[in-house]
């Protein structure tokens, strides 16, 4: 084991590094690399100019005319920063952090700031530093912002409460930004202590904190950005957007996998308000990391709906990295980190290679091989210990008085309030629901029913449900209904779907039930077989069979939602 460095050691060796950078920028020594006859993008003077870029010590260093030890010619190519992807749960890829590097390196993305809420609501701060250990010196940087609403409702039995002392410790953490996306804005509207204190603390810490207002207007969001909140992906209209904007805060276009803003939100994608916009994802499922890609995706339908290519590539880095004070990356200048992207050209829009502090990551269609990242193996088999509950019979999921109906709206995740029903009914596609509490072993068991999944035979269950994530599954009968949950609980999470008691697919998901240590490749193999056996037994196809059950159980999305208490009101916010 090394021996832990000395102030004066750490200084000296600060010392040397700066010395060489300086003596390699000074055109008095030779680069570590340099990318010649370069035509790169200068968010600064917003052109394009041509010359050498010097790297040393995994800074550049110059712009000029300079030698290397290795040196790339670049005629013909165009050279960006590497992207930022502003807002994101990783979780959401379904894979460990590192696969999810491997994944959007090719995609240019070379920063991403993430949420790790979905794993906190299961494992509390223990998940915040399992993934702050398992994201450590990967060749995408991860900085966090800490969440702020576990569980996201009193409604929800999450495995954690997390309050503002459970959080406070992590402000110290070097690649800690801030307090995560304010979900709660019920809470500070109305000057809930608990919500407030939260942003009052993430304050003292001089950290930013992030939005989510869908739909906020008025006194409300003028309390709610009074309050200290920065930013919002939420914005689906350019007038909310403006709205938003204009009363200070940054808005993330977010064109993720669940939601789409970016068409509508084109319009405000102009030199005008580009200093104040960044791209964002906040969730990305692996059929679309490895079919359309990450923020180069973005950025590509943002130059090919008109916008100057200039332009979009700024709001695909720079402003990012302004608003969440990373001062070192988002451009391409002496002292920045030498995170590039290669592309061929603007119209295309092929990224032919990636380079992370000067070393190359990608290229030839590759990843180069990165060392993993060491976990504390206490929290690595805490993360793959997340279910605690007993096993289910067709008994746990009968009743005997109505429950209350979920409808479906196609398209969203919007709910109507559809009535009651007393028994499942596949003619009028009413199925049976239940979320099983899973982390604390109450044996609570919230009961209702979906209209609108067209599921004709057997059950389908996941433990991915927003946010506490619990299990939830929606069956047409009881037994398979059971023996869905009871086979996630043996795979330590995942995604099943069976029927007449037999497994007919699933996808594990060990770690807190959220993720596999498998690669993106297997995992979206198995997610796709696991989705065709979904819709062979009935699944309407409009819809995702697991990402529209996951949301179901979201008790801060009206209309109807279903808990491990019941079916719940979110407009009166009362169990019906």
């Given at each position: 084991?090394?021996?832990?460095?000395?102030?004066?050691?750490?200084?000296?060796?600060?010392?040397?590094?700066?010395?060489?950078?300086?003596e390699v920028a000074a055109g008095r020594e030779k680069a570590d690399l340099v990318l010649?006859?370069?035509?790169?993008?200068?968010?600064?003077?917003?052109?394009?100019?041509?010359?050498?870029?010097?790297?040393?010590?995994?800074?550049?260093?110059?712009?000029?005319?300079?030698?290397?030890?290795?040196?790339?010619?670049?005629?013909?190519?165009?050279?960006?920063?590497?992207?930022?992807?502003?807002?994101?749960?990783?979780?959401?890829?379904?894979?460990?952090?590192?696969?999810?590097?491997?994944?959007?390196?090719?995609?240019?993305?070379?920063?991403?700031?993430?949420?790790?809420?979905?794993?906190?609501?299961?494992?509390?701060?223990?998940?915040?530093?399992?993934?702050?250990?398992?994201?450590?010196?990967?060749?995408?940087?991860?900085?966090?912002?800490?969440?702020?609403?576990?569980?996201?409702?009193?409604?929800?039995?999450?495995?954690?409460?997390?309050?503002?002392?459970?959080?406070?410790?992590?402000?110290?953490?070097?690649?800690?930004?801030?307090?995560?996306?304010?979900?709660?804005?019920?809470?500070?509207?109305?000057?809930?202590?608990?919500?407030?204190?939260?942003?009052?603390?993430?304050?003292?810490?001089?950290?930013?904190?992030?939005?989510?207002?869908?739909?906020?207007?008025?006194?409300?969001?003028?309390?709610?950005?009074?309050?200290?909140?920065?930013?919002?992906?939420?914005?689906?209209?350019?007038?909310?957007?403006?709205?938003?904007?204009?009363?200070?805060?940054?808005?993330?276009?977010?064109?993720?996998?669940?939601?789409?803003?970016?068409?509508?939100?084109?319009?405000?994608?102009?030199?005008?308000?580009?200093?104040?916009?960044?791209?964002?994802?906040?969730?990305?499922?692996?059929?679309?990391?490895?079919?359309?890609?990450?923020?180069?995706?973005?950025?590509?339908?943002?130059?090919?709906?008109?916008?100057?290519?200039?332009?979009?590539?700024?709001?695909?880095?720079?402003?990012?990295?302004?608003?969440?004070?990373?001062?070192?990356?988002?451009?391409?200048?002496?002292?920045?980190?030498?995170?590039?992207?290669?592309?061929?050209n603007f119209d295309d829009f092929h990224i032919e290679k990636v380079y992370k502090k000067?070393?190359?990551?990608?290229?030839?269609?590759?990843?180069?091989?990165?060392?993993?990242?060491?976990?504390?193996?206490?929290?690595?088999?805490?993360?793959?210990?997340?279910?605690?509950?007993?096993?289910?019979?067709?008994?746990?999921?009968?009743?005997?008085?109505?429950?209350?109906?979920?409808?479906?709206?196609?398209?969203?995740?919007?709910?109507?309030?559809?009535?009651?029903?007393?028994?499942?009914?596949?003619?009028?596609?009413?199925?049976?629901?239940?979320?099983?509490?899973?982390?604390?072993?109450?044996?609570?068991?919230?009961?209702?029913?979906?209209?609108?999944?067209?599921?004709?035979?057997?059950?389908?269950?996941?433990?991915?449900?927003?946010?506490?994530?619990?299990?939830?599954?929606?069956?047409?009968?009881?037994?398979?209904?059971?023996?869905?949950?009871?086979?996630?609980?043996?795979?330590?999470?995942?995604?099943?779907?069976?029927?007449?008691?037999?497994?007919?697919?699933?996808?594990a998901l060990p770690i807190a039930g959220l993720m596999s240590e498998d690669s993106l490749?297997?995992?979206?193999?198995?997610?796709?077989?696991?989705?065709?056996?979904?819709?062979?037994?009935?699944?309407?196809?409009?819809?995702?069979?697991?990402?529209?059950?996951?949301?179901?159980?979201?008790?801060?999305?009206?209309?109807?939602?279903?808990?491990?208490?019941?079916?719940?009101?979110?407009?009166?916010?009362?169990?019906?």
């Amino acid at each position: 084991m090394k021996g832990k460095e000395s102030y004066t050691g750490r200084i000296n060796r600060k010392l040397n590094k700066k010395l060489h950078i300086i003596e390699v920028a000074a055109g008095r020594e030779k680069a570590d690399l340099v990318l010649k006859n370069a035509a790169y993008v200068n968010v600064f003077s917003k052109e394009i100019c041509q010359c050498d870029i010097a790297v040393a010590e995994g800074l550049i260093v110059g712009l000029g005319n300079y030698s290397g030890l290795e040196e790339v010619d670049m005629t013909g190519k165009i050279v960006l920063p590497g992207f930022i992807d502003a807002h994101i749960h990783l979780e959401s890829a379904l894979v460990a952090p590192w696969e999810f590097a491997r994944a959007v390196l090719p995609h240019g993305t070379t920063t991403v700031i993430t949420d790790p809420h979905e794993i906190a609501n299961v494992m509390g701060g223990s998940g915040i530093e399992y993934m702050l250990q398992a994201t450590e010196e990967l060749p995408v940087d991860a900085r966090f912002m800490l969440p702020s609403c576990v569980p996201a409702t009193p409604m929800d039995e999450s495995g954690a409460i997390l309050d503002y002392h459970s959080i406070d410790s992590f402000y110290d953490h070097p690649r800690v930004q801030g307090l995560a996306e304010m979900m709660n804005y019920p809470g500070v509207i109305n000057g809930n202590s608990a919500t407030v204190e939260k942003i009052v603390a993430a304050q003292a810490h001089h950290k930013k904190i992030d939005g989510h207002a869908p739909g906020i207007t008025g006194y409300d969001l003028n309390a709610y950005v009074s309050a200290g909140v920065y930013s919002d992906h939420e914005c689906s209209t350019v007038e909310d957007a403006l709205e938003k904007l204009r009363l200070g805060q940054f808005i993330m276009i977010r064109e993720g996998t669940a939601a789409h803003n970016l068409e509508a939100l084109l319009p405000i994608i102009t030199e005008q308000y580009a200093d104040r916009i960044m791209f964002c994802c906040d969730d990305k499922h692996p059929s679309d990391l490895l079919e359309l890609g990450h923020i180069d995706y973005i950025v590509k339908k943002t130059i090919q709906a008109g916008v100057d290519p200039i332009l979009a590539v700024r709001v695909a880095c720079h402003s990012a990295a302004r608003y969440f004070l990373l001062n070192n990356r988002g451009a391409i200048a002496p002292g920045y980190l030498a995170d590039f992207v290669v592309i061929d050209n603007f119209d295309d829009f092929h990224i032919e290679k990636v380079y992370k502090k000067g070393r190359l990551m990608y290229a030839d269609g590759k990843v180069r091989d990165f060392d993993l990242p060491e976990i504390d193996p206490y929290l690595v088999k805490q993360a793959h210990n997340t279910f605690h509950l007993a096993s289910m019979t067709a008994e746990n999921f009968q009743i005997n008085r109505p429950r209350g109906v979920i409808g479906l709206v196609p398209g969203e995740i919007v709910s109507e309030d559809r009535g009651y029903a007393s028994a499942i009914d596949t003619e009028k596609d009413i199925l049976k629901m239940g979320v099983v509490e899973r982390h604390h072993n109450t044996g609570h068991i919230g009961i209702g029913y979906l209209q609108g999944y067209g599921l004709r035979s057997g059950a389908v269950a996941t433990s991915i449900s927003h946010d506490s994530h619990n299990i939830i599954v929606v069956g047409t009968n009881e037994a398979d209904m059971a023996a869905a949950v009871n086979r996630v609980t043996e795979n330590h999470g995942g995604i099943v779907v069976v029927d007449k008691g037999e497994v007919k697919a699933e996808l594990a998901l060990p770690i807190a039930g959220l993720m596999s240590e498998d690669s993106l490749v297997n995992v979206n193999r198995d997610l796709e077989a696991a989705k065709a056996a979904a819709f062979e037994l009935g699944v309407s196809h409009g819809i995702d069979p697991f990402m529209t059950l996951s949301f179901m159980s979201l008790s801060v999305i009206p209309t109807l939602r279903l808990t491990t208490r019941g079916v719940f009101d979110v407009l009166t916010q009362n169990f019906i």
